[in-house]
Each structure stands twice: as structure tokens, then as C-alpha cells.
């Protein structure tokens, strides 16, 4: 992983990281090889803010059955929830 870009894939929309906001924490999918302090540099350079702390999980990959009965699997991914300085904000939802 070379560039910031690479390292945060997505935000992750859900209402967990909507109840997280409130404590200036927010929700990120990130490449599964980021370090903790890969994921803070990315977070810094493209919001250009101060992050104070980041915690990463593991999501696990789950089965799933499709259409007649075919059995699938969700692939597994990573997740990073950021805490960012208080009075700094990341408007990455729409709503900052």
C-alpha cells in the first residue's frame, strides 16, 4: 500500500456509526493489510483533521444461501472506527 488513497475503502453506513458521531467517532472499511497507523495518516491527509485514537475489528466472512437454494459466502473485510479531536468533524456521511 503506497498511497493514503488506497487505504480507506468506504464509510460505513449503518446506525451504530450514526450513534457514534455524537462522540466524534466514525466508521471506515479499510484495506485488510492497514495498520493502525496507516489508517490514522489517511484519515489526517484526506479530512484534514486530528485523529486522537483508531480502533480496528475484523469482520468475519458469513454464509449465504441464494437464489434455489446455491450456498454463498459474504467475504470477510475490515472495519476502523476514528475518534477525531472534539470540534472537528468528518463530512463523509452528508451530514457532518
Known amino acids: 500500500m503506497e498511497f493514503l488513497e488506497d487505504i480507506l475503502r468506504e464509510p460505513v453506513i449503518s446506525e451504530k456509526g450514526w450513534r457514534l458521531q455524537e462522540e466524534n ?3 471506515f472499511e ?5 495498520n493502525k497507523n496507516q489508517i490514522k495518516r489517511a484519515v489526517e491527509h484526506l479530512f484534514k483533521v ?9 469482520m468475519p466472512s458469513k454464509p449465504r444461501t441464494k437464489k434455489f437454494y446455491q450456498q454463498g459466502e459474504v467475504p470477510g473485510w475490515k472495519k476502523a472506527i476514528v475518534q477525531v479531536a472534539p470540534g472537528q ?3 463523509v456521511y452528508g451530514r457532518g
Open 89 to 91: 468533524r468528518i463530512e
Open 30 to 34: 479499510v484495506h485488510p493489510k492497514a
Open 50 to 58: 486530528k485523529v486522537l485514537k483508531v480502533w480496528t475489528l475484523h
Open 25 to 27: 467517532k466514525y466508521v
